[in-house]
């Protein structure tokens, strides 16, 4: 077993994981020197999906044991294993109330040096830093441990309103579903109550958004007004100056000039939002209103992927980050959802980070996360280190022919370059172990 001291130092050397910082665990796994040949990045490269959101808390726990079975116990594969235990776990703070999952198995991790030492979790949930210091204190000098699961000591220090067991109850605080349920159901009161004149000189513009959110207040009105008189585009002839349309929330304004004026006539009617096919079809001929036209951005991208403000692409490239031209590497081809991203050689750490980003910045949706985590599985499954394994992550997400070679350099490695790459890890490794 490694002394105390030795293990303090290791902490110190190699543990830094924080917020949006989940790959630094990953490179310390990558650096130990243990194990069978290749062992090392190949835990790496699964230990990933680990921190990912959906993933389950004791996976990593898990992990982390792998790392002293497979690799031993000298002080960089301990180190790193602390680091896997610590590693703060991605979470989504638009989803489900920013709930911090830890792991309540009591068995979990099995390694005796890992066991009583507390994971990071996201600064915006432990806003007084308690957490974090726990995690710190409690890596270099683990807590009592015996026959407790991480959650329960972590309860038992104080910190059960900030974290649950998976699919256990939002930690207390975070209530912001309810908040939001609660305003939405005050606004369409409110909106239902406001007069029709009121509304179209709250509308009087010309963009789509305001037309967007007025048609989606109203969708209720059209349900019980579905009759020929909501069958038209305009909502402007005869069907409705008559009596199916002569209640208290469509008379004044949709029987006198106000629907007949320049706020209904004009370009925040005659625009996008009620003038293409998605609005101008189906979608004001039914009661639900349940199409494409207001199944979209309107109701948060609900079925459907949207990738926000990042293309989810991934390069295949040779001579990236200073490396040798003929040394092909994988990386994110849009810059935002890269970020601090190095190239690799290995895609499952590309395709892993990319995931990540699109929730931490690109403010993708639910659908176009769960896209991207089925094409990195893909890339996984594959096993390949080629141009065919971007293509084949590019056209899982949509984007099937995107140029994988942006800098204009050879398209795929050459068909010998697998073994010059082995050659000079070798050369590295043999000048690593002479020092």
Do not use: H, W
Request: proline letters at 3%; charged letters at 20%; hydrophobic letters at 45%.
């Amino acid at each position: 077993m490694v002394s105390k001291t030795l293990l303090i130092a290791a902490v110190i050397a190699y543990v830094e994981a924080r917020f949006q910082q989940e790959n630094v665990p990953i490179d310390a796994i990558s650096a130990v020197q243990g194990g069978d040949a290749g062992a090392a990045a190949t835990i790496a490269g699964g230990a990933i999906s680990t921190l990912l959101g959906g993933a389950d808390p004791c996976d990593k726990l898990a992990t982390a044991d792998q790392i002293i079975s497979e690799l031993g116990n000298g002080a960089d594969a301990l180190a790193a294993a602390i680091g896997m235990v610590t590693a703060e776990k991605n979470t989504n703070p638009d989803l489900n109330g920013n709930l911090q999952v830890v792991c309540d198995d009591p068995a979990l991790p099995a390694t005796a040096e890992l066991r009583g030492i507390t994971p990071l979790i996201d600064p915006n949930v432990d806003v007084d830093g308690a957490a974090a210091a726990l995690s710190e204190s409690s890596a270099a000098a683990p807590l009592a441990a015996d026959g407790l699961s991480v959650l329960e000591i972590m309860q038992a220090n104080g910190l059960g309103d900030l974290v649950a067991a998976p699919g256990g109850a939002v930690a207390a605080g975070n209530d912001a579903a309810a908040g939001n349920a609660a305003d939405n159901a005050a606004d369409n009161a409110a909106d239902n109550a406001a007069d029709n004149a009121a509304d179209n000189a709250a509308d009087d513009q010309a963009d789509a958004g305001a037309a967007d959110e007025e048609a989606a207040d109203e969708e209720a009105a059209d349900a019980a007004n579905d009759n020929a008189a909501n069958n038209n585009a305009a909502n402007n002839n005869a069907a409705n100056d008559n009596a199916a349309n002569g209640n208290a929330a469509n008379n004044a304004a949709n029987d006198n000039a106000a629907n007949d004026n320049a706020a209904n006539d004009n370009a925040a009617n005659d625009n996008a939002a009620n003038d293409n096919a998605a609005n101008d079809n189906a979608a004001n001929d039914n009661a639900a209103n349940d199409n494409a036209a207001n199944d979209n951005a309107a109701a948060g991208g609900a079925g459907g992927a949207d990738f926000g403000l990042c293309t989810p692409t991934i390069i295949f490239e040779g001579g990236l980050g200073g490396r040798p031209a003929d040394e092909f590497t994988f990386q994110i081809a849009d810059e935002l959802a890269r970020g601090g991203q190095g190239e690799a050689l290995n895609p499952n750490i590309i395709t892993a980070a990319l995931c990540n980003q699109l929730t931490n910045v690109c403010e993708a949706n639910d659908a176009a996360v769960a896209l991207c985590e089925d094409g990195a599985a893909q890339v996984e499954a594959l096993g390949t280190r080629n141009k065919a394994t971007a293509d084949t992550f590019n056209a899982a997400v949509g984007f099937a022919g995107a140029v994988t070679n942006p800098s204009g350099g050879p398209e795929d490695v050459a068909a010998d370059a697998g073994a010059a790459r082995k050659a000079r890890k070798m050369r590295r490794g043999l000048r690593a172990r002479r020092v």
